[in-house]
């Protein structure tokens, strides 16, 4: 038996919906984790542990420009570009490791996440 054009898709159509369901899904599964604050030029807290696929949050509370960019060695490049006041960066950490991270405005605020 042949199926025409038509019904072919009818049968396709509710494989290619699941597959679109699972990726959705694979985005829920990131776990929230921890709110770390840029204030008076200072990442807080500087080092926070967290489990693999944790979503950290980086919030600018100072009412000036600061970055969260990794360092040189961070087993992920990643990098906000400029937050201003009250502006929040979320970074998702999915491999274990330790992630080194600073300021590219202010090189002396300096902090990491580590993922095990
Ligand atoms: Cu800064």
């Known amino acids: 038996m042949t199926l025409s054009r038509p019904i072919l898709l009818l049968v396709l159509a509710p494989v290619l919906l699941a597959a679109c369901g699972d990726d959705d899904t694979e985005v829920a599964d990131a776990e929230p984790g921890p709110t770390i604050t840029m204030e008076q030029s200072r990442y807080a807290p500087d080092s ?11 919030e600018n509370l100072d009412p000036f420009a600061h970055t969260v960019t990794s360092a040189e060695g ?7 570009g400029e937050l201003g006041q009250d502006e929040t960066y979320v ?25 095990g």
Do not use: K, N, W
Not at 74 to 80: C, E, G, K, R, T
């Open 48 to 58: 926070v542990e967290v489990a693999p696929g944790s979503e950290v949050t980086f």
């Open 91 to 115: 970074q998702t950490f999915d491999e274990a490791g330790t992630y080194e991270y600073f300021c590219e405005i202010h090189p002396t605020m300096r902090a990491e996440v580590a993922v």
């Open 74 to 80: 961070s087993p992920l490049a990643f990098d906000s």
